[in-house]
């Protein structure tokens, strides 16, 4: 009888055997490790109402913001404050599927405790009713190790701990304070470090956080081949397995043993070493044969570049030292420590190659700070180049404050700087090109607008939405944009928004909220909250106030400087204020979106701006709550109170003000309210 072979039932066979050969080294996952501490709460008291709402926003800016977010839910002895961190090499899908499945644990596993923490494989979440932001905690840290034994830990010990001290001042001067070392070990493979901090504490606090965890890992993991340190504050992790693919998102690359007992494991062994062989011999032939004359071919091209294409530690021409140039340099001269890589400085040839002289050709437009020109790298990668003119009302102050500003910001929904350039009285920014240039040139075109459809405005409308809460409330910095408009928002090639021009923003510190401005009243009429117009007071409200007229307008397919200019034509405030106490919303609706838009939707949109732009800050909600009113249907909403500017008219003594200021693009040094 015939012996016929069945290879359904080989082929899983094969690759069960092969990763039991190649896999020894690969960390499982590990259930969640718990503290549930502090008192108890009453069930269904104010108090879970507030964790429950806080839980819910950490789960859902996990899917669009940074891997770092903190908050608060509620008020007085009520207050919950939480953070979620998610380990810098995981995935952004996976980022998001642990914080679900984090918040669902917590719930279950510390059930009344009104101060919580869980530590899972790929991140950790955190709540207390003790404001913890900016503290650090090295108490209860818990320590875990790969199961495979390691047969000299001294020697492991003597090699990594040196490298593990660097890599934590290396994370504690870094702008994501995070870290990665690839570390030879002799004799074996190569040992893959890993260290992070939560972007809320100090550089000093940071530091003394991941010295703890060494000195924790120290005394107990060196006799395994990897360990991890979870801690409130920090997270320290190492193997002798490559999980650091940063490029690829965090996936785990098993190591191939250096030893195996059978003949056919020697033999598949020396074939992946024979392949390895060929194409570290033909990466050899590349890398000495035909990089360097790309290079050289670059090199004539004016070396052109950004970020990872053009690395130089930052040089600055020199200026005479009484000139306004001289006073910009000084400040630049400090951040001659920083890695070229995060910080590029654009020489002024190259700009002038990339933007073809700034031809007139290349021209985008014209703000209140100089003209915008396209430009291309060598790469044939486009640029957007904002060149400020002499007359610029952007000072030396506000160029030196976007640069050092925006570099430190990223999110998905704020323009990237890709570059500067100082050359004499020149000063330039280098931005990534967006395709669909400014909202403000869709909403002053009606072909354009009816190109954009509800859906589509809906999901700028929550763009930018999510790119202010970011500044308010999750980068590392407590940001106020204080000049937000449709001038200011930059569509990509998908009509994504992006957030631009930071040169009036302003960093606030600790739990401020509020501030007075010293200086003159700075923004664009129609855009300005009262409080800053009238008395120079600022915080995060008023941009709320900004974002709320901005809304209003995507929706309505009108503008409110339209209504501002006219001495017959209430504000676009007054005018939605009015048919909204009418019951006749739809009047405000775009004409163009009559048939492509549920008037329950919009009508939502309509409330949620109304609330932006009341005149009271107190009763505006902050961009938190606007991101969940906006992603979720069944919040409430409470009922608005009068509109800012909503007295109607122009005084007749301020009418010749206005008709000699620039609808949108200018920004301007005073203001006078209605």
Same mark, same amino acid.
């Given at each position: ?43 269904? #008291? ?17 899917? =669009? ?7 608060? =839910? ?91 001290? #660097? ?101 598949? *062994? ?13 990466? =050899? ?64 040839? %190259? ?48 160029? *030196? ?85 449709? #001038?200011? *928002? ?51 409200? %008023? ?22 200019? #006219? ?49 009271? =800050? ?43 200021? %620039? ?12």
């Amino acid at each position: 009888m015939a012996f016929v072979i069945n290879f359904s039932y080989i082929t899983p066979l094969v690759f069960f055997i092969l990763s039991l050969v190649f896999l020894h080294d690969i960390v499982h996952a590990d259930p969640p490790y718990k503290l549930c501490q502090g008192e108890n709460f009453t069930e269904n #008291s104010a108090f879970q109402i507030n964790r429950d709402d806080l839980l819910g926003s950490l789960s859902l800016n996990a899917a =669009s913001l940074p891997k770092f977010y903190n908050t608060s =839910s509620g008020n007085d002895k009520n207050t919950v404050y939480g953070l979620f961190l998610c380990y810098n090499y995981v995935k952004h899908d996976e980022c998001t599927k642990c914080a679900e499945v984090a918040t669902k644990d917590i719930r279950n596993l510390c059930k009344t405790s009104k101060e919580a923490l869980l530590w899972s494989e790929n991140c950790q979440l955190r709540y207390s009713d003790q404001k913890f932001f900016g503290l650090l905690d090295v108490a209860d840290n818990v320590k875990q190790t790969n199961p495979k034994p390691f047969s000299d830990p001294g020697r492991l010990q003597s090699i990594l701990n040196p490298v593990l001290l #660097s890599m934590s001042k290396l994370v504690a001067s870094s702008i994501d304070m995070v870290a990665t070392k690839n570390i030879s070990f002799p004799g074996d493979n190569p040992i893959y470090a890993f260290a992070q901090c939560t972007k809320d504490l100090s550089s000093e606090d940071c530091n003394t956080c991941l010295r703890a965890a060494i000195s924790n890992i120290s005394s107990c993991c060196y006799s395994y081949r990897g360990a991890r340190l979870f801690s409130r504050s920090c997270f320290l992790r190492y193997e002798f397995n490559n999980f650091i693919d940063l490029d690829d998102g965090g996936i785990t690359v098993p190591e191939i043993p250096k030893h195996s007992d059978g003949r056919n494991k020697q033999m598949i *062994v020396a074939l992946i070493f024979g392949a390895m062989a060929v194409v570290i011999a033909v990466i =050899s032939f590349y890398l000495y044969c035909l990089a360097p004359r790309k290079q050289a071919s670059n090199s004539n091209a004016h070396n052109i570049g950004k970020g990872r294409f053009f690395h130089q530690q930052v040089q600055l021409p020199e200026a005479n030292e009484h000139s306004d140039t001289y006073a910009m340099l000084q400040k630049f001269q400090a951040l001659n420590n920083l890695d070229p890589q995060e910080f590029p400085f654009f020489p002024m040839e %190259s700009v002038l190659v990339a933007t073809n002289d700034f031809s007139d050709s290349n021209k985008l437009g014209q703000g209140g700070f100089g003209p915008v020109y396209k430009g291309t790298l060598p790469t044939g990668e486009k640029i957007a180049v904002k060149r400020l003119s002499a007359t610029s009302t952007q000072g030396s102050d506000e160029f *030196v404050n976007e640069v050092l500003l925006i570099f430190k910001l990223q999110h998905k929904n704020l323009v990237r700087l890709l570059g500067f350039c100082i050359d004499k009285e020149e000063r330039i920014l280098v931005y990534e090109y967006m395709s669909n240039s400014s909202l403000d040139l869709i909403l002053n075109d009606e072909s354009k607008r009816a190109q954009v459809s509800w859906t589509v405005r809906l999901d700028i409308v929550k763009g930018i939405a999510r790119g202010m809460l970011y500044l308010h409330q999750d980068s590392r910095l407590r940001i106020i944009h204080r000049d937000l408009k449709p #001038s200011n *928002v930059l569509l990509d090639k998908e009509m994504n928004p992006k957030i631009s021009d930071f040169g009036m923003a302003r960093i606030f510190g600790g739990s401020d909220c509020q501030a007075n401005s010293t200086a003159k009243i700075v923004g664009t009429y129609g855009y300005i909250a009262p409080e800053f117009a009238m008395e120079g007071l600022y915080s995060i409200k %008023s941009d709320v106030f900004s974002f709320g007229v901005l809304l209003l307008e995507i929706i309505s397919g009108k503008r409110n400087a339209e209504f501002h200019i #006219s001495t017959r034509t209430k504000s676009l405030l007054s005018y939605a204020w009015e048919l909204w106490n009418e019951g006749k919303g739809k009047d405000l609706m775009d004409p163009l979106l009559a048939d492509a838009c549920s008037l329950d939707d919009f009508l939502r949109c309509m409330h949620i701006g109304l609330l932006c732009v009341q005149e009271d =800050s107190y009763d505006r909600p902050t961009m938190l709550s606007v991101v969940m009113m906006l992603n979720c249907e069944t919040t409430a909403l409470t009922q608005p109170e009068r509109p800012a500017y909503s007295v109607g008219r122009l005084p007749h003594h301020q009418k010749t003000c206005y008709n000699n200021l %620039s609808i949108n693009d200018l920004s301007i040094s005073n203001a006078y309210p209605r």
